[in-house]
């Protein structure tokens, strides 16, 4: 069974700067991709930023604050956010397209959420 655990979300300042972190865990074969997505109440989840090989892509509003990276040998991957906006506030979702291992052999790509975490910026 494939997880994804967030973690690194909280409150700052507007101007301030957090670093969130998704550990991939389970029976993995292999990554194709990974992103972080956010939801903020009454809105509907979009995604932040993606990288799959060395290919990263960002949404406008965070190009240039938002830095997506990734460690393949830990299933990880990163987003560090700096000059954070109240607008920022949101719940983050860390999202993969996972090759599971099934019946000791390569399973179909799977599409795999974490649980959230939440991000406030305050004014």
């Known amino acids: 069974q494939v997880q994804l655990v967030e973690s690194g979300g909280g409150l700052v300042q507007a101007g301030g700067s957090l670093r969130l972190s998704c550990l991939a865990s389970g029976s993995i074969k292999a990554i194709s991709s990974m992103a972080w997505y956010r939801q903020a109440p009454g809105r509907r989840r979009e995604m932040v930023a993606e990288v799959f090989g060395r290919t990263t892509n960002y949404a406008d509003s965070v190009k240039g604050r938002f830095t997506i990276s990734k460690d393949s040998a830990k299933l990880a991957v990163y987003l560090q956010m700096n000059s954070l906006k109240p607008d920022d506030t949101a719940v983050y979702y860390c999202?993969?397209?996972?090759?599971?291992?099934?019946?000791?052999?390569?399973?179909?790509?799977?599409?795999?959420w974490g649980q959230g975490t939440q991000v406030t910026v305050s004014s």
């Open positions: 999202n993969a397209d996972i090759f599971p291992v099934e019946n000791g052999d390569i399973g179909k790509l799977n599409h795999y």
